[in-house]
């Protein structure tokens, strides 16, 4: 069974700069999670979606990240503009059920 | 408002004994929790779960124990082994869709 695919692997922007991260959850998974982890902390929730439509959004910076998830399949993770504080490792996640499938993550430098 | 917490940011443990890896909540709507493994440029990978009907948990070296009236759990793993070395985060998640909220991890180092 192929995992959770994310791409790309690794981003480094200059702030005020825009970037999208692309995710490719398991296949059936109706739940797609993005995490943001800041070194050095546990990953915290930015979105999770059910199939296509939005289930918690509340830790979303709105004002600078967006997320969409066309059709209920992939789903891209946007961020305009980035931030110095945006630079972490971006992670998405895929569920069937209890408990998540991580991808390898993308690691964002804002520079 | 930390709902999970790992108190110890880090672990250093002789291959061969054992490795308890402990977890606070604070949420008494957790109802089921994991422990996932992340090794560096690498995702969480999932290792162990308990729901909150059990105590305790087993598969091979690792288990987990649930204390539901003290709210904490830990991980054991017997023997450690280098290659247990890694990050590993505690999750929890009740009814709000499946969301995991992690605790912020624990650094294991085993040593040889």
């Known amino acids: 069974e192929a995992g959770v695919a994310q791409s790309p692997r690794y981003k480094i922007i200059e702030k005020r700069q825009s970037v999208a991260f692309w995710c490719n959850p398991i296949?059936?998974?109706?739940?797609l999670y993005w995490y943001q982890q800041i070194l050095g902390q546990g990953p915290k929730l930015l979105i999770q979606?059910?199939?296509?439509?939005?289930?918690?959004d509340s830790q979303l910076p709105k004002d600078r990240f967006s997320a969409e998830r066309l059709k209920g399949v992939d789903s891209t993770l946007k961020i305009q503009p980035a931030k110095l504080e945006d630079s972490a490792v971006y992670l998405c996640?895929?569920?069937?059920?209890?408990?998540?499938?991580f991808g390898q993550g993308t690691r964002l430098t804002v520079v | 408002d930390q709902q999970v917490k790992q108190n110890s940011p880090s672990l250093s443990v002789q291959e061969g004994r054992i490795s308890i890896l402990n977890c606070d909540y604070t949420?008494?709507?957790?109802?089921?929790f994991l422990w996932y493994k992340k090794y560096p440029a690498e995702g969480p990978t999932f290792l162990i779960s308990?729901?909150?009907?059990?105590d305790k948990n087993e598969d091979g070296r690792f288990t987990v124990f649930l204390n539901k009236s003290a709210k904490h759990l830990s991980l054991h793993i017997v023997p450690s082994q280098p290659g247990d070395s890694a990050v590993y985060f505690c999750?929890?998640?009740?009814?709000?869709?499946?969301?995991?909220?992690f605790g912020g991890g624990t650094r294991l180092m085993v040593k040889p």
């Open positions: 996640a895929s569920s069937g059920g209890v408990g998540a499938f």
């Open positions: 296949s059936g998974h109706a739940t």
């Open positions: 308990i729901s909150s009907i059990k």
């Open positions: 949420n008494s709507m957790f109802d089921y």
């Open positions: 979606f059910q199939n296509n439509g939005v289930v918690d």
């Open positions: 999750a929890a998640t009740g009814n709000a869709g499946n969301m995991l909220t």
